[in-house]
């Protein structure tokens, strides 16, 4: 048991570090599901009311961006709970998870701290499980939360805490994924990427899989993102999905324990390789460093939005066909005024912008990354001006994310047509997801005048981003007043049909954006350089 | 002699902290000056304001002819920096920052690097993570040392080098001198200041508490001497400028004490006197001058 030595050290020690921290991650998911609980009875309160909800949900399109549809023929404010807002408390529970164990893990050993932590009298495996308690408290945090936020509503003690359980468990399975990535790569931004990255293929799966049968098919149970849902609650509740969550992470837990046996503190299992004595001549501006940094990163995001953008546009028939077979789906269409099909490429291309909003916020904050490990200072200490410095980045920033934007517009477009459409359909989605270039601009342009003002707070710019999705998505399922949407950048680009876009919100987003980034770029120009 | 670096009551706060106090510091055309100060006397706040990299709230900063915060791109191309804690890109190799750094900087002998790359023996094909803090230093080193520029400022440059690597270090700065450029060098290693610094600037709590050549700053301390006598030493405590003056005890009557460096030459004809039998006197080091001027300083602290 020496291996595990003062694992309980660590454990408060982990908690005081993150006694900001985790209590906001977790009451930020149990307030989104009070929220849902408080607002959805008053939204939809008659079963008329949701029996319509129910139909609009009965579509491909929007299977892929809720649940596997249990209960839609009476749809119940559980069910409604379970099928719509699961997924997308699923999702952060597993980000908290991913970033903590991370956190407490590889990037103590990148930092040099782990040796020191190690020096002392501390068991080889402490800090890993040390890591996966904390983990475990905080998923039982979200467990708890959301299954009080639940009863709170009235709902059903037992599926409540079905959902509860089924949410932590999901939180738990990707703190051990995380576990597992951060004993593969020597870097802590690699490991969360390459767990997000198994986020995102359980998104992929989920969605494919219930979008091609209700209830889900054989792909749904391959993803860990669909089980809290397969648990039925509040239709037809069954237990035993949850084993899959708990076998999961007890087996990615055995596998990392395996795998940290063979490596020395500090490595990575994939070896360091040896490089170039001399460098390219692309590495000879502040633009070619931008893109070098960030070349892995951009490869990744563009693989991964190419083949997501081109299994969901292959979806786009079923769409039609589904409306076709149903006439009262249709007529829920056509009452928002819009073509089926049009709807979906629409959600898709704002889906597509907001994930490359993400990208962009990644993208900027990077600046500031490099300004307090002291890069910036090596940089601006040679004949580099500031202004060029800030430029040359962000100005990398907009353009990866206009290359991204055409990626996914492409796959989206692509995969359309695989399905039948016809060829023109590529080109009107390229231009429909590319008329929300304006809006990523301006996510840009506020994370670099944060990054200008308060380089401490240049994180905020999340914000815009998580203002864009809420709104963007639970907008109108809750029914708030437009001018929320009308207040995130992506609330002013109604992508189809392309006939729809107007040129106006396009140009003042755009100068918006331009006149953030020089408000940015200015106070840059004029502060100190912060390197705490 | 014209100075390619002048600061004048120079002063910083962070917050409630005040970092510099009135700086004085002046760096004399083609000499290698001293920096030095304990940790959090401001030594890198000063080099940071001097690259431009922070404001100054008040005082005179000129820098070749510039102002390092309103001309910093002009300035910056004409002198090199190395940083205290060097911090390289985790992905990129040793090789690539030089070249890098080297190239925003508007380029360097590509010969020069090379016999850089020997004399310090660096792999400049290891990834930045992979690097000790030694080597880190030298990647940032070879950087500077290859760029032809009037002024390379050094923040603790030899910190995590190896005492081999250290004599190349001296050798290469003695070869800057040699080229008649200026050497900005901050330093804990007192030896080292000793060997490549003309003037020294001590720095205490954001200003400077003494400055000048090492010869005058000699001046201002004390030499050490250790004699033995046939006639009685107890007179010689009476003399002006005679410090802590101990018997050791010994049969042989060794006595040890401090002279102030301008009374030396009273003392020494008082000694002739009393008949020597055998004399050492060890001149000040930058040590003693070092620890005095703090100590003093604690002791003023103190009382």
């Keep these: 048991m020496t291996n595990f030595t003062a694992t309980g050290d660590l454990v408060r020690f982990a908690l005081r570090r993150d006694r900001v921290k985790l209590p906001i991650w977790v009451g930020a998911i149990g307030l989104g599901m009070l929220y849902a609980v408080s607002a959805l009875p008053t939204v939809y309160s008659t079963p008329e009311q949701r ?53 407490h893990t590889r990037a103590e050993e990148e930092t040099g701290r782990a040796e020191l932590i190690r020096s002392a009298v501390v068991g080889r495996h402490a800090a890993p499980l040390a890591a996966l308690i904390l983990a475990v408290i905080a998923n039982a945090g979200v467990a708890l939360l959301t299954a009080l936020a639940m009863m709170s509503g009235d709902l059903a003690a037992g599926d409540s805490f079905a959902v509860g359980l089924g949410l932590g468990l999901t939180g738990l399975v990707f703190a051990a994924v995380a576990t597992v990535t951060a004993q593969l790569t020597e870097h802590a931004r690699s490991a969360s990427s390459l767990a997000m990255a198994v986020v995102g ?9 219930d979008a091609s049968q209700r209830g889900g098919n054989i792909l749904s149970w391959l993803s860990p993102l669909a089980w809290t849902q397969q648990l039925r ?108 099909t049009d709807g979906f490429f629409g959600v898709m291309a704002l889906f597509f912008a907001l994930m490359i909003a993400a990208f962009a916020v990644t993208s900027v904050l990077r600046l500031r990354s490099e300004e307090r490990t002291g890069h910036t200072e090596a940089a601006l200490a040679t004949a580099v001006s500031r202004r060029r410095w800030i430029l040359s980045w962000l100005g990398y920033t907009a353009l990866a994310s206009v290359v991204l934007l055409l990626v996914s517009g492409l796959g989206v477009g692509l995969g359309a047509v695989t399905s039948g459409s016809d060829g023109t359909v590529v080109a009107e989605v390229l231009v429909a997801t590319l008329a929300f270039a304006p809006a990523v601009l301006v996510v840009i342009g506020v994370a670099a005048a944060l990054f200008g003002l308060r380089p401490g707070v240049s994180s905020w710019a999340w914000l815009v981003v998580a203002y864009a999705f809420f709104f963007g998505f639970f907008g109108a399922l809750l029914s708030l007043p437009d001018g929320f949407a009308k207040l995130s950048p992506f609330g002013h680009t109604t992508a189809m049909p392309l006939s729809s876009i107007t040129a106006l919100p396009l140009v003042v987003l755009t100068a918006i954006a331009a006149v953030l980034t020089v408000a940015g770029g200015i106070s840059f120009r004029r502060r100190d350089l912060d390197l705490s | 002699m014209t100075a390619a670096l002048t600061i004048q009551q120079l002063h910083k706060s962070f917050g409630q902290v005040k970092a510099l106090d009135g700086l004085d510091l002046t760096v004399e055309a083609g000499q290698v000056a001293g920096f030095l100060g304990p940790n959090g006397a401001g030594k890198s706040t000063t080099i940071r304001i001097i690259l431009g990299l922070l404001g100054a709230d008040s005082g005179y900063v000129d820098v070749l002819g510039l102002h390092p915060w309103y001309d910093a791109v002009e300035l910056h191309r004409r002198l090199a920096y190395v940083p205290g804690d060097v911090s390289l890109w985790p992905n990129l190799t040793g090789g690539e920052a030089i070249d890098l750094l080297s190239r925003l900087r508007g380029g360097a002998s590509k010969a020069r690097r090379a016999e850089l790359l020997e004399r310090f023996e660096l792999d400049p094909t290891k990834k930045g993570r992979t690097y000790s803090k030694g080597n880190r230093q030298k990647v940032a080193l070879v950087a500077a040392l290859a760029a032809d520029v009037e002024l390379l400022v050094l923040d603790e440059p030899t910190s995590g080098l190896d005492p081999l690597m250290e004599t190349v270090f001296q050798e290469c700065i003695a070869e800057v001198k040699a080229a008649g450029r200026s050497v900005l060098l901050s330093s804990h290693i007192l030896a080292e200041v000793e060997k490549l610094c003309d003037t020294v600037t001590i720095i205490r709590a954001g200003r400077a508490v003494q ?89 003023g602290v103190e009382s």
């Design chain 2, 211 to 299: 400055s000048g050549t090492l010869a005058e700053l000699r001046h201002l301390t004390r030499t050490a001497i250790a004699v033995s006598l046939d006639g009685d030493p107890v007179r010689l405590a009476a003399l002006p400028g005679v410090h802590d003056l101990r018997a050791d005890g010994g049969t042989d009557g060794t006595v040890t004490f401090d002279v102030d460096h301008d009374e030396l030459a009273s003392v020494v004809r008082e000694l002739g006197g009393l008949g020597v039998r055998s004399l050492t006197s060890a001149p000040p080091s930058l040590e003693q001058l070092f620890l005095r001027q703090y100590g003093d300083e604690l002791v």
């Design chain 1, 233 to 340: 609650p509040f239709v037809d509740l069954r237990w035993w999905p949850l084993l899959l969550p708990v076998a999961v992470t007890a087996a990615a837990v055995g596998a990392a324990y395996l795998l940290s046996g063979r490596r020395d503190v500090g490595a990575g299992l994939l070896p360091a390789r040896l490089g170039r004595a001399n460098a390219a001549p692309s590495l000879s501006t502040p633009f070619g460093l931008a893109a070098r940094q960030q070349r892995a990163s951009l490869i990744g995001w563009g693989i991964g939005l190419f083949v997501f953008a081109l299994a969901s546009g292959s979806l786009s028939d079923s769409v039609s066909e589904a409306v076709a077979e149903n006439p009262d789906m249709g007529e829920v269409f056509r009452a928002n005024g819009q073509d089926p």
């Design chain 1, 201 to 209: 293929a359980a998104f992929l799966l989920r969605a494919l899989g």
């Design chain 1, 51 to 103: 029996q319509v909800r129910a139909r609009l949900m009965d579509s491909p399109a929007a299977t892929m961006m809720s649940g596997p549809g249990y209960g839609l023929d009476n749809y119940t404010l559980g069910a409604m709970i379970t099928n719509e807002m699961v997924l997308w408390l699923a999702v952060p529970t597993a980000m908290m998870s991913i970033f903590l164990v991370v956190r």
